[in-house]
Every structure is written in structure tokens, then in C-alpha cells.
Nanobody, 125 residues
């Protein structure tokens, strides 16, 4: 079993930056073989894909964040990051980290086996 814990959320002004971290614990010997993703859910809206990274380092982004957000991973630290720049009020949401044991990433949350508890990001205008 793998546990995921997000950190780094908070209140940010529009145009500002924030970096989210997701640390994996438990059965992490094979973390490097996992695909990892970030999803978010705003109040009253469905959960949506934000970004993902494969075990080999290939990345994918939602159109709404492309060019502003960057996903990366540090396998030595069993951690995945989401660097968020040029934040907008519409980026306000609870951000969730997710992992799947297969190395290929998907944009659908149903393909992920493990989820964190989420971290709130609020962007003020």
C-alpha cells in the first residue's frame, strides 16, 4: 500500500506562484515505476485533470494550465511536485495527488490507484 500526502497549498495572490509537493510513503520501493498525477476540484465542480508525469518523465497538462504549471518528480525523495506560476482566481480548488502502479499516465482519475487527502489552493484577485 502507498500513502500520498500533499503539502504546499495556501492563499496566493493572482499572478503569484506556489509549489505543491506530494510525498509517497509505505511501499515506495517501486515509486519510480509509478505514473503520478495532479487533479483538482473546485466548489460545485467535478474533479478535473491538471497534470501528470509518467515513470519515464513524459508529462501532460490540461489546456487551462499549459505554460503556467510544471510537474516534476524526484524519485530519490519519492516526491512529485507541481510548480504553479501566473496563478488565476479560477485555479482555486482542492488539489489532489494521485498515483498508479503502471508507468503510463492517464488524464482520467479512474485510472489511478492511490490518492492523497488534498491541499487547498486559494487564489485571491
Amino acid at each position: 500500500q502507498v500513502q500520498l500526502a500533499e503539502s504546499g497549498g495556501g492563499l496566493v495572490q493572482a499572478g503569484g506562484s506556489a509549489r505543491l509537493s506530494c510525498a509517497a510513503s509505505g511501499r515506495t520501493l517501486t515509486f519510480r515505476s509509478y505514473a503520478m498525477g495532479w487533479f483538482r476540484q473546485a466548489p460545485g465542480k467535478e474533479r478535473e485533470f491538471v497534470a501528470a508525469i509518467s515513470s519515464g518523465g513524459s508529462t501532460g497538462y490540461a489546456e487551462s494550465v499549459k505554460g503556467r504549471f510544471t510537474i516534476s518528480r524526484d524519485n530519490a525523495k519519492n516526491t512529485v511536485y507541481l510548480q504553479m506560476n501566473s496563478l488565476k482566481p479560477e485555479d482555486t480548488a482542492v488539489y489532489y495527488c494521485a498515483g498508479r502502479s503502471g508507468g503510463v499516465y492517464y488524464t482520467s482519475g479512474t485510472q489511478y490507484d492511490y490518492w492523497g487527502q488534498g491541499t487547498q489552493v486559494t487564489v485571491s484577485s
